[in-house]
């Protein structure tokens, strides 16, 4: 016999394809959510960007530790882009949302996205270490060309194999915040909704470009501005893509 409330049927990851033009209402959406609370959204950057720049003073074990705590903070944000939607004030501390709400499932994606940059660096450092060395041990232009050459074809190569790791981890973390999925499944599905939109974040990404090198130009200080708009932006493709599925 069934018993009622019926329960929802739990979330699997399904997503949606969505037209193109989609890409201009995420960061529309964006700048929106970002004007709600300017002040409390730049206040949060600020914090993300100082905390970001301690760790990258600190060698090799800084960079460990900012690819661990990506994940988390990138929740935070998404927890207060919701919060800012619902009509709610925002407070600093909602920053650290993701330290509060699955979060050593969050924490499990920093280190599996740590894992797969290792992975890309020791593939292309090998590739290339090997194409600057044997250049360089030829010692002739022809020699330093090789070298030169190959140092190219390895920033290619890591540029390229990174896609997919973006691709995996771009939906990753709200899939693991909102709909408690766990990581290497949210993984999956945030990699299988990027490619199921592959245009529609290309126009993104190419936007982003551009804004990016205008934010940078006034000593980078538009990215306390940009760096918000993108979090609200990626909160509207995932509830444009998922929640709308």
Not at 2 to 30: C, H, K, Q, Y
Not at 96 to 115: I, Q
Not at 119 to 147: E, N, T
Request: net charge neutral; proline share 6%; aromatic share 12%.
């Amino acid at each position: 016999m069934e018993t009622f409330p019926i329960p929802a049927p739990a979330f699997t990851g399904d997503s949606r394809s969505v037209s193109a033009g989609n890409a201009f209402e995420w960061l529309r959406r964006g700048w929106l959510t970002f004007m709600l609370n300017p002040g409390a959204w730049i206040a949060m950057t600020i914090i993300v960007f100082v905390i970001y720049f301690g760790l990258s003073i600190v060698p090799l074990l800084g960079q460990l530790a900012a690819n661990l705590l990506t994940p988390l903070l990138v929740a935070g944000l998404l927890a207060a882009c919701r919060k800012a939607e619902n009509g709610q004030t925002l407070e600093i501390p909602d920053l650290f949302a993701g330290f509060k709400t699955n979060s050593g499932e969050l924490a499990v994606l920093g280190l599996l996205y740590m894992a797969g940059m290792l992975v890309i660096v020791a593939f292309v450092a090998l590739l290339g270490g090997g194409s600057v060395a044997g250049g360089m041990m030829l010692g002739r232009p022809a020699g330093f060309g090789i070298a030169f050459g190959g140092m190219m074809l390895a920033l290619l190569l890591s540029a390229l194999l990174s896609i997919p790791l973006v691709m995996a981890m771009w939906f990753a973390p709200a899939l693991v915040l909102f709909n408690n999925m766990q990581p290497v499944p949210a993984l999956k599905a945030s990699f299988n909704a990027c490619l199921k939109n592959l245009l529609p974040f290309l126009i993104y990404g190419v936007i982003t470009l551009v804004l990016s090198f205008f934010a940078a130009l006034p000593l980078g200080l538009g990215f306390l501005v940009l760096a918000p708009v993108l979090a609200g932006s990626l909160h509207a493709s995932y509830r444009d893509i998922f929640i709308a599925a």
